[in-house]
């Protein structure tokens, strides 16, 4: 065991955080504290605290101004961003639009939908179970962990928190770019069933780009904010959260600006993706019966990820219509795929995705002691719930029509910046009481699990347990902590293995050690524990978890700020391909303007010139060519050149005026 | 499981009385809830976040018993601050066995 795991030496004493804070990034801020006189009015000043929707497939970003909350706009000008990070063999990364774009074109580099991924182990069957589907590499860490390989470099491997994070800095950009500052703090969304792995690798990501994550908030808890916020009604709440790749289900009891969570429960893979596989196949189906050449489809990934774009366009378009062409042509040779698909097919295929909602609903209204005829309101979150199946099914199930007041897209991002503004104090009277929404327990003999706190208590939450020795002079104890439902141990998730060492030698049974266990309000769990008889902190290592090492963070870290430091040359350069570019207008400005004086033959190599400075101007805003003396060079050459043309023609506009002059009879 | 604070009267640490509704009940403590929960300490100095947080807890621990029907009843009856299920009268035995029962034994146990 010890020598296959990857070890984590962490010390936890009191309540102090599992991750050491870690050096920050961009610095800006620190330059104006630094500056001395100005401290007092930064801090009464409340830190403005961005709220990151990191999505399966898309990501959102807003932020609370003047009490209102608004999404931000990207760089497009699109309100969400495709949670897309692609690689290039010349080694730029492209994250968002640009990544989805030329995903046919590079599937292998191009990661979606790696949340499904994130805080899990190689071997979940989750996790083999998407390889089949997924047009890049999953590959196991030394760790066990699920990360994905790319063939770019010497085939470098990213772990799903890396790509996540590479999300996170778009999204930190495009606030950055709408806030014009620094967006230091974030609050960062993930689905409520998510556990603790998942929960903590999600932090993670967001502090290898240099985030402060002030808090990990339940996605259908953040939607129910956006919904609270604006209604201001109090009652029973019930969020149904169909996204990309996760379902979450929880109740909410709002009660003058207490939101509180009654209970919460969910599938942390199931979600849109696996519509799109069921149209996937389907589509392959169809192609295949028939087919004239012999060419395996599957094999051919381009053609794959033509017909997953096909089949989620598809999707989209049978929210809104009843039928609906799926047309791919040439997908091989000189073969078309061309045929109708109905909304009542597409129903009917994927029913038992829809059906699979319905058990965690009726868990989560049983779990908050509720009858479905209770709740005062529904309300539908994640792009999947536009399905007008599920809109039935869920109007159906509760008696009652959904409320479409939120927007499925946007409900979450706008709820996490709510959650930012209430915990940097510019919302007030405004507090969410959230639950964990899996058991902790222990490991007890014979593989039995004994829960410890049940699911749905409210977080943050403390509870202690005292530990003795079995045997005489036993001087360490291992605990096995699970997250999970099942009665036996080896059904739930492991969330780390702690061993208590030091203890003295004593009589069985004579040391006791108290153990706490503390659930802070992300949902993260921490352990720590005490010799009762000492008073001594007793000495606690975990290991067997999933996760990034303290070296490893560290290092990614470097890293990134390195791509930080790259990133500012960019800029740099950019700036100076835009003065190259003012100068291209100058110059051809003056040429029309002197035309009449200057010669053809200048004309000509300075038009030449020209167009080549504007292909250099071009490559280089595209990323082909990075060379700052190179564009520096052309500025000075481009700007001499043209200096000398307007010289000779003014010469001649002189010499022209002075011929006519003497011609001019007194 | 040791109860972490055996002399509390929970009734008296979310200022409600045994007669009050469960709706009272949790108004009470929404209320200390929106003045001791960690997210709203912002003004709060160092010093007393400490103080602050074991009241919090303390009132969490008064809620998880007043909040809950079948505990309510149980500390009315007998002042039980205990949460273990296994003590309650109405514990279904039944459906304890039936969990462990559906246990599939495989070759591996």
Not at chain 1, 272 to 279: A, I, K, Q, T
């Amino acid at each position: 065991m010890f020598s296959i795991t990857f070890r984590q030496s962490l010390r936890t004493t009191g309540s102090t955080c599992r991750i050491p804070r870690l050096p920050r990034l961009s610095l800006p801020i620190r330059r104006f504290y630094a500056s001395g006189s100005t401290i007092k009015a930064a801090v009464h000043k409340p830190v403005k605290v961005i709220g990151i929707d990191l999505g399966t497939t898309n990501s959102a970003v807003a932020v609370v101004e003047g009490e209102m909350p608004r999404i931000l706009e990207n760089s497009q000008g699109d309100r969400t961003t495709p949670s897309i990070v692609a690689f290039t063999t010349r080694g730029d990364v492209l994250v968002g639009a640009t990544a989805k774009r030329q995903a046919v074109v590079n599937s292998e580099n191009t990661f979606y939908a790696t949340k499904r991924l994130i805080g899990r182990k190689f071997e979940d069957d989750e996790v083999q179970n998407d390889i089949s589907h997924l047009s890049y590499k999953v590959v196991k860490h030394e760790n066990g962990d699920a990360w994905l390989q790319t063939t770019v470099g010497e085939n470098l491997s990213y772990s799903p928190s890396q790509i996540g994070g590479f999300v996170l800095k778009e999204m930190k950009h495009v606030a950055e770019t709408n806030l014009n500052s620094e967006a230091k703090n974030a609050v960062i969304t993930v689905p409520a069933y998510f556990n603790d792995s998942q929960r903590q690798a999600t932090k993670t990501a967001g502090e290898l780009v240099g985030l402060n994550v002030v808090r990990i908030v339940n996605e259908p808890t953040a939607a129910s904010l956006a919904y609270g916020m604006n209604q201001k009604k109090n009652g029973l709440l019930a969020v149904y959260d169909l996204g990309g790749g996760t379902f979450d289900i929880s109740v909410l009891d709002i009660d003058d600006g207490v939101f509180e969570v009654r209970s919460t429960n969910g599938d942390t893979h199931l979600g849109g993706e696996d519509f799109d596989n069921v149209l996937v196949k389907y589509i392959v189906g169809k192609f295949k019966d028939s087919q004239k050449g012999d060419e395996d489809i599957t094999k051919n990934r381009m053609a794959m990820q033509r017909i997953k774009e096909a089949a989620e366009k598809a999707k989209i378009a049978l929210s809104h219509v009843h039928k609906t062409r799926i047309q791919i042509p040439f997908i091989v040779k000189d073969e078309n795929i061309d045929f109708e698909l109905a909304e009542s097919e597409l129903d009917e295929m994927t029913m038992h995705l829809i059906k699979k909602t319905m058990e965690p609903l009726k868990k989560a209204i049983s779990d908050a002691d509720l009858k479905r005829s209770d709740i005062d309101e529904v309300i539908m979150v994640g792009g999947m719930t536009r399905m007008p199946r599920i809109r039935r099914m869920v109007g159906d199930f509760f008696n009652k029509k959904p409320n479409t007041e939120v927007n499925p897209d946007e409900a979450v991002a706008i709820g996490a910046a709510i959650q930012g503004a209430v915990l940097s104090g510019e919302v007030k009277d405004v507090l969410l009481l959230d639950v964990t929404p899996l058991t902790l327990g222990i490991e007890t003999y014979g593989g039995l699990f004994s829960p410890l706190i049940p699911r749905n208590t409210t977080v943050p939450c403390k509870i202690q347990t005292t530990y003795s020795t079995a045997v005489d002079g036993q001087n360490s104890i291992d605990v096995n902590v699970y997250q999970g439902e099942r009665p036996l141990v080896r059904d739930n998730k492991l969330i780390g293995k702690f061993k208590l060492t030091d203890i003295p030698p004593k009589p069985k049974g004579v040391p006791k050690i108290q153990v706490s266990f503390d659930i802070d309000a992300d949902g993260i769990i921490k352990v720590s524990a005490l010799d009762k008889d000492s008073g001594k902190r007793a000495s606690i290592t975990v290991f067997g978890k999933t996760g990034m090492s303290q070296a490893e963070v560290e290092q990614l870290v470097k890293q990134s700020k390195k791509t930080t430091k790259e990133d500012q040359m960019t800029l740099n350069y950019l700036k100076h391909v835009n003065n190259l570019e003012l100068i291209v207008f100058d110059s051809e400005q003056a040429i029309n303007d002197w035309s009449r004086f200057i010669l053809e033959e200048e004309k000509e190599s300075l038009g030449r010139k020209l167009s080549i400075v504007k292909r250099m101007i071009s490559d280089s805003r595209s990323g082909d060519l990075f060379d700052v003396k190179l564009i520096k060079a052309a500025q000075v050459e481009l700007k001499d050149e043209t200096m000398e043309i307007i010289q000779n023609a003014g010469q001649r506009s002189r010499d022209a005026r002075k011929k006519v002059q003497s011609h001019e009879p007194n | 499981m040791a109860v972490p604070f055996p002399d509390i009267d929970p009734y008296e640490e979310l200022g409600v009385s045994a007669k009050d509704s469960p709706p009272t009940v949790r108004k009470a403590y929404f209320k200390l809830c929106l003045k001791y929960h960690p997210d709203k300490l912002g003004k709060v100095t160092e010093k007393s976040k400490g103080e602050y947080k074991t009241r919090f807890e303390r009132i969490q621990f008064s809620y998880a018993i007043l909040g809950n029907i079948k505990r309510r009843k149980r500390y009315d009856d007998t002042g039980s601050l205990d949460d273990d299920d296994f003590l309650a009268e109405d514990f279904n035995w039944k459906d304890l066995f039936h969990r462990y029962n559906s246990i599939e034994v495989t070759e591996e146990m």
